[in-house]
């Protein structure tokens, strides 16, 4: 929940982020997106913001293949002004037999890393190979929405892999990030009376990127 509206507010307050979903179509790819934060998150900004008549396209990449059946129902489930279609593709960023031949991605207008370099930071050296593969051949002009903990291991490295792969910074920062109080707390149920009010504010890093 929390992930999802930091994705949202980050989109929300980016001019060029924006723009993206005013276009007929638009094509995202969520890194390590599989609990599906990451398309919740745009799914929200693209409703508050009234978006309508765009094609959205999210290529959802995740080693966890149990999180491919929750995604394929959301359009129906959610029927908003927009058609979206979801598509969940299994990976582990440490084989490349499993991501080398997804194609369609690369052209994605917007790649999103929302706390996927912290998850995977441990075994960065077998990781790194997929994060330089998606930089350098996404097409010019792509943006990339970079979130995580703010911490410099993780952001250093973000930073680097975007360095030596052409990525230029549109916007970057670091803040105390809070969800939104419109976050429905009865849907916490019997957790909600059990343990109060959940963590609600976070120490986040983001980049905002596009690719040279
Ligand atoms: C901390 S979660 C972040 C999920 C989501 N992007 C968010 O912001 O809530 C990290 C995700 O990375 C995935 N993951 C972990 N190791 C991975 C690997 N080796 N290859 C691909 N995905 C991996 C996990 O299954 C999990 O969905």
Redesign the pocket.
Known sequence: MA?ADYIMQLIRCDTELRELFSRNAVEIA?L????G??LLGILKYMMQAGVRDTCLTCYI????RA?GDSWSDIARVLKPPFSVYPIFQQ????DSVTWKSYQKFLRADLFTL???LS??WR?RNQ?KPFFSHCMSQMKKGSMVLFVDNNSSQFVDWFDELAKHNGLNTVREGSCMLAFSNDEETKDLGPYFDKFGWPKRKSDVAYRIMRKA
């Open positions: 992930h969520c390590g997106g599989g609990p934060s990451d990449f995740d080693k966890e999180w990976m582990d960023v440490t929302s706390y996927f998850e995977v075994i990781a």
